[in-house]
């Protein structure tokens, strides 16, 4: 079938003219420079808690052994913590599969790889956020593949491949340890490589596809999410361009056999998941913690917004407003973009939206807090955005559109670059959820030479991945006690400032009796103890009551 250019699409008549030599230099140029950035400064943004436990995992060791070895009353160093982001000798392949089955939610692929990549000389957890700095580059080739297949040629897939290139949020994942800009690059070929089946279909194109969806499943398991939407995109297509119905019975066996042969190829993972069910409600059951109706509208326009505008770890209320033209241009996309592509977009939109708000006010919970479950739903609204401007920028020599179209891309452009030089300046930033502030605990407890931090364990595994993203920062001098279970903790004597992680209720008595306990740097799982003073020339007292 003849693919449709993007600028006839939009403008609808042969007026319409394309950019000149000179955009498409400039577009390519700044797409390669802020692409590079992915590559760069893998270590600049601390290690949280998700990104310690990728690398636990990745070598082999066991959540029981490293408690067992934290909540031991014994005084630990710093280094003591960090060599379980290290390899041991005594941790091969087979120990480090037993620990991606563990956690059957998450599909093992960027695993497998990452592994691989720590046999590079560089730092483990640089070279586990190579591998997503890698997948974070390729990104940006195959959104310029899914638009050129999508929508034909035209400015709209070189703008596509503009906006996420300069995207904060693109920037954020395509740095951070796990797994989630392989997910959105398989989901961007898969769904480019389905497109190019329907339009040629050869063989090859087909093998492609379902090798594309096979790894895709093996990188996300919401990427099965997919599979309906290119079951829609299939029928959409044939729709629009009135095959015969021989052709569609054609596609969709070809189809079904593409799907048939991934999901096999899927299935040892699947029985994986399958048998540690238990386990996948233990370890999600934090999702099911009910947030208001203001928190779940501000998180969704904070993720929104952040396509485009992240200038402050801080999340600004002022940055939705560049919700207001985008709400302008996705009405124009479904008004004026091609059907099967206008659907897949919308489509996909759709389902990843769905799946994480939709419990969330059906059943309560806080999925709506974190980004990273709804990234295919934002990489659609680039999509659709670029696909806007691509046909504004193709408008005629001279007319509003056109310059308003160049206008709208330079603003997004500059919004996103800039935003992408705060967050390479910065040493933290909010996608590192709550460890944010855990280079801000590290500082306090740097600035005393007798500082102990103490924890007690949890079933979370909270303590245990805060204590080690806090050793990466910790200075030699600090020594970190882990209170063991059973029994009244007995708090080592001989430091002076102290700071205390989810303590238990028996610790944190003990601790209120040397000073009062308060939030440290805002956080909610760190606190610090500070001592009170009983009179002008007396020393610190340590049995005085909490105060208010």
Known sequence: ?????????????????????????????????????????????????????????VFGYTPSEIQAHLFSDTLLTPADLLRYQMPDPGHGWADAMAAFASHPEHAPLYYILTRLATDLPVEPIVAARGVSALFGVLLVPATYWLMRELFGRGPAPWIAALLVACSPLDLLYAQEARQYALWMCMILVSSAALARALRDDRKGDWWLYGIAVALGCYSHLLFALMIPVHGLFVLVSYAEHRRAFADLKRLAVRWSIAILGAVLAFSPWLLVFLTGRDQ??????????????????????????????DFSPEAE????????????????????????????????????????????????????????????????????????????????????????????????????????????????????????????????????????????????????????????????????????????????????????????????????????????????????????????????????????
Do not use: C
């Open 317 to 548: 209320p002022w940055w939705g407003l560049i919700l207001i033209p985008l709400v302008w241009a996705l009405w124009r996309f479904l008004l004026r973009a091609p059907r099967a592509g206008m659907w897949f977009l919308v489509a996909t939109f759709g389902v990843y939206v769905a799946i994480v708000l939709g419990p969330d006010l059906l059943l309560g919970g806080s999925r709506s807090l974190h980004v990273r479950y709804a990234l295919p739903a934002i990489l659609a609204i680039q999509l659709m955005v670029a696909w806007v401007l691509g046909g504004l920028v193709a408008a005629p020599v001279g007319t509003r559109a056109r310059t308003s179209g160049i206008l709208l891309l330079v603003s997004l452009v500059m919004l996103g670059g800039l935003s992408e030089l705060q967050i390479m300046r910065a040493s933290t930033w909010s996608s590192k959820n709550f460890s944010a502030r855990n280079l801000e605990v590290a500082q306090v407890a740097n600035a005393d030479a007798r500082t102990l931090v103490l924890a007690s364990d949890n079933s979370s595994g909270v303590a245990s991945g805060e204590l080690i993203s806090l050793a990466y920062h910790l200075a030699l001098q600090v020594r970190i006690w882990g209170e063991s279970r059973g029994g009244m903790p007995v708090i080592p004597s001989g430091f002076g400032r102290m700071i205390a992680l989810t303590p238990t209720e028996a610790l944190l008595h003990q601790l209120e009796r040397q000073g009062r306990v308060v939030p440290l740097a805002g956080t909610w799982q760190w606190l610090i103890v500070e001592p009170v003073a009983e009179a002008a020339n007396e020393g610190l007292q340590s049995d005085r009551p909490k105060g208010d």
């Open 1 to 57: 079938m003849e693919r449709p250019s993007a600028s006839t699409s939009v403008a609808g008549r042969a007026t319409a003219s394309t950019p000149g030599v000179v955009f498409y230099v400039v577009v390519a140029l700044v797409v390669l420079a802020t692409t590079a950035v992915r590559l760069f400064g893998l270590d600049h943004l601390l290690v949280w808690h998700d990104e310690v436990f990728t690398l636990i995992r």
């Open 280 to 309: 996948v409600d233990q370890f999600t059951a934090w999702m099911l913690r009910p947030i208001g109706l203001s928190d779940i509208f501000l998180a969704w326009v904070g993720h929104l917004s952040s396509a485009f505008v």
